[in-house]
């Protein structure tokens, strides 16, 4: 219950700052966005018709044709996430921040969509659209879903040439290109997580109070030294960076002279680590 919560406020979150993001720097700059928003922002500059219903109703198709692609859980997310935005972006349509450098409105606009998605797929959802598509294609394909999502995002800036200047098109790629990298450091940056490679006289000792103290299953391979010719049992165990310390020093008060080994992982599939679905 208690992640389900957590989960709710993180879509809560992201689904606020991607529209006032949106409305604040985007379209106050006359620049383009990716995905569905990008479409609705089109639309709302040829015919002036509000990007909140325009983003509701393209996402309630999309998800409709690809709901198959997502569990059950992140579906759920995916439909409150665009219910959120398109409620959002309603409500802050008359944010603006007006400079005389459209970069600025870029660089944060970029910034604010990047955050707003990152924090919606943390807590395991989509923003619809495209997200669905770069799902699929990282599903599928196994490619990161930061650059699926950006390769589908700059089909949409080709068909926003339609009402902005190239070089606004321009511009709204490199915002694009900043929103990926944000998007990419909020999923991936703050989730890192570490491999542990432990070489014990104690094995058993070691990896009961990796498991009781630091709550984290551990993986005994079968090992044996080059020289000594000795069979010796190999721990592996992977952990979230803030646990690296505390893993040491318990492993060090059991075993002085173990071999420990921690290098960094960049994916992490099942066992209760977050990125599962992706």
Same mark, same amino acid.
């Given at each position: ?14 689904? !606020? ?33 509000? /990007?909140?219903?325009? +983003? !509701? ?30 409620? $959002? ?18 660089? $944060? ?36 879903? /930061? ?27 490199? *915002? ?63 952990? *979230? ?29 099942? +066992?209760? !680590? ?5």
């Amino acid at each position: 219950m208690n992640k389900t919560l957590r989960d709710i406020a993180l879509v809560v979150i992201g689904s !606020f700052i991607f529209a006032a993001g949106v409305n604040t720097f985007i379209i106050s700059a006359n620049l383009g966005e990716g995905g569905v928003t990008g479409l609705a922002i089109v639309l709302y500059y040829g015919f002036h018709i509000s /990007p909140g219903l325009t +983003n !509701f109703v393209l996402n309630a198709i999309l998800i409709g044709l690809g709901y198959k692609f997502l569990s059950k859980r992140s579906m759920y997310l995916t439909i409150l996430a665009t219910v959120l935005i398109s409620v $959002f972006l309603s409500l802050t349509h008359t944010w603006r921040v007006e400079t005389d450098n459209i970069l600025v409105n870029a660089i $944060f606009g970029g910034t604010c969509v990047g955050i707003g998605i990152g924090v919606i797929v943390l807590a395991g959802g989509t923003t619809a659209g495209t997200t669905i598509l770069a799902k699929i294609a990282t599903k599928y394909l196994d490619v990161s879903t /930061p650059y699926a999502l950006l390769f589908f995002d700059l089909l949409v800036v080709l068909i926003s040439l339609t009402q902005i200047k190239l070089s606004s098109a321009l511009v709204t790629v490199i *915002s694009l290109y900043i929103g990926t990298k944000v998007m990419e450091f909020v999923i991936e940056g703050l989730n890192t997580k570490k491999a542990m490679t432990i070489i014990s006289s104690q094995p058993d000792e070691v990896a009961k109070v990796i498991d009781e103290k630091v709550g984290r299953g551990l993986t005994i391979l079968n090992g044996r030294g080059y020289f000594t010719k000795q069979e010796k049992d190999v721990l592996y165990v992977v952990i *979230s960076k803030t646990q690296v310390t505390r893993a040491k020093r318990l492993i060090r008060k059991i075993d002085e002279n173990a071999f420990l080994v921690i290098h960094d992982v960049r994916d992490v599939y099942g +066992n209760g !680590f977050l990125i599962d679905e992706h």
